[in-house]
């Protein structure tokens, strides 16, 4: 039997917001993980899911999910264009100003930023692709431009062959954010951890944010 899923608590600024965001993107269809597999088929360069999936894959404890968050190099994204070819339209979204992302414009608008994939302007979102910055092929941190390492370092793969990002590199991205469900993902997370991943988390928290509530949880 498949596990209960805890459901998001959305406010009613939260689901106002939604609404206004749908009005002028449009819908999203988001795609689960092994959907995901499936679109990534014959794709031949490293890819992984950050966000609330890779949470859940390393904690087993089931939530709702708004959506999926691909990652890959930005150096592969010409690979990825490839690899969808003429079947679905891609954008380049750099705080909410979009691009098409295609031989006209081959090039993203930023390689902080994000590629949303649909299958036409009639069809809904279904994919987030968050971009990853790269330094000569190795992962870069966006919180710390400093952190740069192989990918094998920061990510980790799951039984059924899945990549994910590392879960305290997560919750790194998560305390930038720092909203209601960031703070029950670290609840969850956090005990899990080995020793060296917590000391990690908890001086990158210090340095970059030295006022943040969470320093107090991680003492």
């Known amino acids: 039997m498949a596990a209960k899923r805890e459901p998001l608590r959305r406010t009613p600024e939260d689901v106002a917001e939604d609404e206004e965001f749908f009005r002028w993107y449009g819908a999203w269809a988001p795609l689960d993980p092994p959907d995901l597999v499936r679109f990534m088929a014959g ?7 950050v966000g609330g999936w890779s949470v859940e894959a390393f904690t087993g404890h089931a939530r709702e999910h708004e959506d999926v968050d691909l990652s890959m190099l930005a150096c592969d994204l010409t690979a990825f264009r490839e690899h969808v070819g003429d079947d679905w339209n891609l954008w380049s979204n750099h705080g909410g100003t979009l691009r098409p992302f295609n031989d006209r414009h081959p090039e993203v608008l930023d390689v902080r930023s994000q590629v949303w994939v649909r299958r036409s302007a009639a069809d809904p979102w279904i994919i987030d692709l968050v971009i990853t910055p790269d330094r000569d092929g190795l992962w870069t941190s966006k919180r710390d431009p400093d952190h740069v390492a192989p990918l094998e370092e920061v990510t980790w793969v799951a039984d059924d062959g899945v990549r994910y990002l590392r879960p305290e590199i997560t919750l790194l991205y998560k305390a930038a954010l720092h909203r209601p469900k960031d703070d029950r993902d670290l609840a969850v997370i956090w005990p899990l ?3 060296e ?10 340095r970059l944010y030295p006022d943040h509530p969470w320093l107090e949880r991680m003492a």
Do not use: H, M, T
Request: cysteine-free.
């Open 43 to 49: 794709f031949e360069r490293p890819w992984w899911i």
């Open 193 to 195: 951890l080995e020793r």
């Open 197 to 206: 991943s917590r000391a990690w988390l908890s001086e990158a928290v210090g």
